[in-house]
């Protein structure tokens, strides 16, 4: 017996063992009845056995057609389920990688680096970015908007995600240059908690209260100067004397511009800037791709902290 058997020998004979009938079969193949005759006789010639009967009162399978049957499915269904991978491989090298960010990662070209790498392992992926006001801490995880995001922790609905973090950086006090604290080279946070704080939108849930540093608060409920969405409206607010606001060190120059000033806080943790994506997505190979490029560029610059949540 050969083994050298073609799939489409196989779907030609599930076809007549299914419809037992030739000229159907023929239809449901797209195929001319003389030609799926012939590639029958072929298979049979190939095994060295009968697997139809023939006469007068229709087709029936014998018993070795009736042995094939089961596996020239199993055969023909793993074949179909290998090109549906392969397909979805191919997809996946030529498709769109959606990230989000509601704060530029900046830090010594962070982003750059972390793209470079990925695009020369996915060179036929687009990687689109989208800017998302802090109302959103998911930066757009959270609706699907996005596939991966540059986030702050902590995330609302933390169970949901995985991460790995790109850097823990301290949190600074930012204030109007003329803020009488201003003179100080470090200020404690029990000096300002009577000051009026700029705040994330509501919606921002934990995240707005991380940066209102209200684990540090002994309970005491935090005063809001403003509500703001972005770094524009931040840097306006301070300059209005509005309040003041912490940031994370790395974001200092965003609005350390004319007018405002940062100084080193005690009393608070440091903030941790983090690549988020849903837990469930955590299996899809360009998510899974872009997340490596993150980790292996965080640990070649000697950037700590890079790390997962426990599954």
Known sequence: MTSDVHGRELRYF??????LHFTRAAERLYVSQPALSKQIRALERQLGTELFRRDR???ALTGAGEALLPHARKVLAAWKGGAAAVEAARAAERSTLTVGMSTSPGRGGLLPAIRSRFTAAHPGVTVRLRQLSWDDPTAGLAGGGTEVAFVWLPLPDEERYAWTVVAEEPRLLALPETHPLA?????????????PFLALPESAGVLRDHWLAVDARAGRAPRIGAEIAGAEETYEALVAGLGVCLVAAGNAPLVSLGGVTTRPLRGVGPSRYALAWRREDGGRPLVRAYADACRATVGSAGRGGARTPPR
């Open 57 to 59: 009162h229709g087709v």
């Open 183 to 195: 003179a100080r080279a470090e200020i404690d946070f029990a000096d300002v908690l009577d000051e």
């Open 14 to 19: 599930v076809a007549v063992a299914e419809e």
